[in-house]
């Protein structure tokens, strides 16, 4: 268990990508925080994603792997508690 905390640097443009591969992984996914960084921004906005995550470390690490891959996104796993 864990978090798996995801920067853009534009949001508008990373989304769809980032978003079929959340919904890839959305059997791992327990929570869903998304923060709107800069309100009145209307281009290359930035955006943060909170994800609580639940799955082995592997797996977690391979979902950071291919979010970091994404152009644009920065992605940290932080492992909490291991079984």
Not at 37 to 54: H, M, N, Q, Y
Not at 57 to 73: F, G, H, M, V, W
Request: aromatic fraction near 0%; glycine fraction near 6%; charged fraction near 25%.
């Amino acid at each position: 268990m864990g978090t798996i905390t995801i920067l853009s640097g534009d949001r508008h443009n990373s989304s769809e990508a980032m978003n079929k591969l959340l919904t890839k992984h959305g059997h791992q996914i327990m929570a869903r925080l998304g923060v709107n960084v800069v309100p009145k921004c209307t281009e290359r906005c930035p955006g943060l994603i909170a994800l609580a995550v639940d799955s082995t470390r592997e797996e977690l690490e391979e979902i950071t792997k291919e979010l970091k891959a994404i152009p644009d996104i920065k992605a940290t796993l932080c492992i909490m508690l291991e079984e």
